[in-house]
């Protein structure tokens, strides 16, 4: 009972309160970063087409991650590229490309970390090591997302989704 008044308030702050954001070339913001320190929980941020190399994007408040016309979050061959620490975000239309590459760290494209009713759908992950992880996470939801490796064998690459 207590976790469906959560998700109830929730739901209410959210679509009551929200307003949406917009990342790109003459947009609000230039950088998903800017957008994403910038929102507060149940906003969106629509990202435009093109590619963002922001490094490491780590989301810690509810917020809806929405590409239009599949914008690229390059990794760079360096980085995971967005870490999800926060319960009830979604991420959808954006391709992820190029995350870093380890097996001792488990470098992913997207982390689901210590999350719940987090839903990642409709996304392409391309050359990625790991696509996505989820790691401690709950009641989440991965549909309708495309991976494809550039790997040559095995020790090379990892799982496209990895759930623990």
């Known amino acids: 009972m207590k976790m469906l008044i959560t998700i109830l308030i929730c739901f209410i702050y959210t679509t009551g309160f929200s307003k949406t954001i917009t990342v790109g070339k003459n947009r609000q913001h230039p950088s998903i970063k800017s957008a994403v320190n910038k929102a507060v929980a149940g906003d969106t941020i629509l990202i435009d087409e093109g590619v963002y190399k922001e490094g490491q994007i780590i989301l810690t408040k509810a917020l809806v991650l929405r590409g239009v ?84 064998d095995e020790i090379n690459s990892a799982n496209g989704i990895h759930c623990w």
């Not at 870093?100 to 992950?125: C, E, H, P, Q």
């Open 69 to 152: 016309n599949y914008p690229v979050l390059d990794g760079e061959k360096k980085y995971e590229i967005l870490t999800i620490k926060a319960n009830g975000v979604v991420v959808e239309g954006i391709v992820f490309r190029n995350s870093g590459r380890s097996s001792y760290m488990d470098i992913a494209a997207l982390r689901i970390a210590d999350s719940r009713f987090v839903t990642v759908k409709n996304n392409r992950f391309e050359s990625a090591f790991f696509g996505i992880y989820s790691q401690h996470a709950t009641s989440c939801t991965i549909t309708g997302n495309k991976l494809t490796s550039d790997a040559k």
